[in-house]
């Protein structure tokens, strides 16, 4: 009897979660083991793929020049996270200590943005930073700089522009795990001897702690991949891993390269992701 | 009494137009258990959070020991709060969550398990130090609380409706526990409850509080025999009253007129006028109820008062009676009699005689 139950219930639940496993299987198992096939072929010499093993697309990846950019797609992503973070975070505080009506106005202008092309305002960015953009004219006619700053197609660009495109990524979880902090505890914390760093380190940051993991997570891995904003903004010295992907499966025409590329980078994300959340575990 | 341990004078706090706290002033003493008692909404946590330092007033100063606190912020200040709804902290097990006010003073470690054991002794905790808040019974997480607060050795400890949580059976062991506890370690408590028994049963002072005022303070006993307003004689307990301008006065002894039919007697020690109309309150277990006038021993009938009555509604509570006794069209009183024998209760539309000793009658202002 019990058992004939168990059966029923285990089909109900394939049942439900059939149609997020057939889309989990078609757009991501089925496309991702696409990649890591073409990744072992060879390449034909028109740009097509000749469907022999090999495991040179590997052994070249580790040359320098993609090793590079490998280092630096990893620096500039975990800088972005750390600017995304120190600045995200006192506004998801900010935006949490307002009345209700102000709250969900602030966060509507986080969300603002998104309502415009990505491409287009990473577009204005180049206007905002160019040598007579934006800033350059601001800090010229206050009389702050003699000359102009070079600031566009710089690595100081493409983080500028990661921060700007990323940072409600950060700002939206902050903000939903601090709504859940009982404020009262902060000051049971005060009243018990916390002075406000304390109250911060071990009330706030600890609790808040869920949206923090989340945020990070949601900006580092796509700005690890990120391409658009390093190709605008940094030029072409500026190379992210993104950009050479990209350029494998447009520009050269190189498919099996780019899919052993593109692994390489997933293999990155699962073990920073792995030693990330480790780390948290033990924090817990 | 001891010294004064506490005092705040004439704080006010307003919230937009609402006035939360209205003119406080207050002097508790060192080793009270002071309560302070009123509905919801009175403004008795908010009076709490600016003792303890987390709302600065808009008015007025409070005083620890003697010294003006008003810019020392709560982190300094040695007084510590039992909060409402407990306040613990979610992350922490129940032995850090008693541990932080020792840890954030930076005390040894060997002291602050030393300390944090002999608390957890002292509230009944062993064993739990390892758990969750979350894994805890509401009892369990209140005693966790009051251990958190204690640990410190406050001079003062506010606790915010601790019991307020818990039902009617854990609540009366609580109250024993804090009671017992709070003899021990001669610690300053100031209660707040919008529970009148727990405020009678446990305090040494209560305080009554209405919108933000405080009302009257005084030993149990003198509030609840001698209450100063209709408010508090009706809030403390049940209450019968009588009201109207007196038909005779004179220096200790007042007589009011009730529906042209009963002259009700009180003593009174300040003159009165006559022109002013008073109320008169009668606690219904301070009336007797009787068959009839026959079995009415008159011999000092100037200090009673004597009405007739039929009751009208009989509620058995067990271990009372209590009456609805109609003594005129308008008037009806509450009786409780204490439930000597089942046989000999007074059956619905019975007539029967109440009366009461006139020094029972007390005399309230509006
Ligand atoms: N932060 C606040 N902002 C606005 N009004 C407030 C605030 N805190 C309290 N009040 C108002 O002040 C008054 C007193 O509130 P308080 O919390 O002190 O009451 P209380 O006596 O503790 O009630 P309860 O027994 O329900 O806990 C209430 O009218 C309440 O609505
Ligand atoms: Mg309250």
Redesign the pocket.
């Known amino acids: 009897m019990k058992k004939k139950s168990r059966y029923a219930d285990d089909f109900i639940l394939v049942l439900m979660l059939g149609p997020a496993l057939l889309w989990f299987v078609f757009f991501f198992l089925v496309p991702l083991a696409i990649i890591v096939f073409y990744s072992f072929c060879e390449r034909g010499t028109y740009g097509g793929i000749v469907y022999r093993f090999t495991l040179r697309n590997y052994v070249e990846a580790f040359d320098a020049l993609y090793l590079n950019a490998f280092v630096r797609s990893v620096r500039i992503a975990f800088l972005n996270t750390f600017l995304c973070l120190i600045i995200g975070y006192p506004v998801a505080y900010y935006i949490s200590t307002k009345p209700p009506r102000i709250k969900n106005s602030l966060i509507l202008l986080v969300i603002v943005p998104f309502w415009t092309n990505f491409l287009v305002r990473t577009y204005s960015w180049m206007i905002i930073l160019r040598t007579e953009g934006l800033v350059n004219s601001l800090l010229l006619g206050l009389n702050i700089l003699r000359n102009p700053l070079n600031l566009l197609f710089s690595e100081k660009a493409v983080v500028i522009g990661l921060v700007y495109g990323y940072l409600p990524f950060m700002i939206l979880p902050i903000y939903a795990s601090i709504e859940k902090v009982d404020f009262l505890l902060l000051d049971a914390a005060k009243d018990l001897g916390a002075n406000s760093m304390q109250v911060f380190a071990k009330i706030m940051l600890p609790l808040t702690l869920p949206g923090i993991i989340a945020g990070s997570i949601l900006v580092l891995i796509p700005s690890l991949g990120a391409f658009i904003t390093p190709d605008l903004l940094g030029g072409a010295k500026n190379l992210m891993i993104g950009n050479v992907i990209k350029d494998q499966f447009l520009a050269a025409r190189n498919w099996p390269f780019g899919s052993a590329i593109a692994i390489i980078l997933m293999v990155i994300v699962v073990l920073l992701l792995k030693l990330y959340l480790g780390i948290n575990k033990e924090n817990e | 009494m001891g010294q004064i341990d506490l005092e705040v004078r004439n704080l006010k706090k307003y919230?937009?137009s609402?006035c939360?706290v209205n003119d406080v002033s207050l002097q508790i003493c060192n080793g009270e258990f002071f309560s302070i008692l009123?509905p919801?909404?009175?403004?008795?946590?908010?009076l709490l959070r600016i003792i303890a330092g987390l709302l600065p007033p808009d008015k007025g100063s409070v005083y620890l020991r003697g010294r003006c606190i008003d810019s020392v912020p709560a982190y300094r200040r040695d007084i510590n709060t039992v909060f409402?709804n407990y306040a613990l902290f979610p992350h922490m097990t129940v032995f850090d969550n008693i541990a932080f006010g020792l840890s954030v003073k930076k005390l040894q470690k060997k002291e602050i398990r030393e300390k944090v054991l002999s608390a957890i002794d002292l509230v009944e905790l062993e064993g739990l130090e390892n758990r969750k808040p979350k894994q805890l019974s509401g009892g369990q997480q209140q005693r966790v609380a009051l251990a958190r607060a204690l640990v410190n050795q406050p001079s003062v400890l506010l606790l915010d409706?601790p019991l307020g949580a818990l039902d009617v059976k854990l609540r009366q062991l609580m109250q024993d526990e804090l009671k017992k506890l709070q003899k021990k370690l001669r610690t300053t408590f100031i209660y707040v409850t919008?529970d009148q028994e727990e405020a009678i049963s446990m305090s040494d002072r209560i305080a009554i509080m209405k919108d933000g005022r405080i009302e009257q303070v005084g030993t149990p006993i003198e509030i609840y025999s001698r209450p100063k307003t209709k408010f508090i004689a009706g809030f403390i307990g049940d209450a019968n009253f009588f009201e109207g301008k007196p038909a005779f006065v004179n220096d200790s002894t007042i007589c009011l007129r009730i529906d042209n039919q009963y002259a009700i007697k009180a003593f009174s020690r300040n003159q009165l006028d006559i022109s002013t109309k008073v109320i008169i309150m009668v606690r219904p277990e301070k009336i007797r109820i009787l068959p009839s006038f026959q079995t009415l021993d008159l011999k000092d009938n100037n200090e009673i008062n004597i009405v007739n009555g039929q009751i009208e509604d009989v509620l058995y509570l067990g271990n009372m009676i209590e009456y609805i006794v109609r003594i005129s069209s308008k008037t009806r009183v509450i009786v409780f009699e204490q439930n000597y024998s089942d046989q000999s209760i007074y059956k619905k539309g019975a007539r029967i005689v109440a009366f009461w000793k006139a020094k029972d009658s007390v005399l309230l202002s509006e």
């Open positions: 919230f937009g609402v939360a009123g919801s909404g009175c403004g008795k946590t908010t409402q409706e919008h």
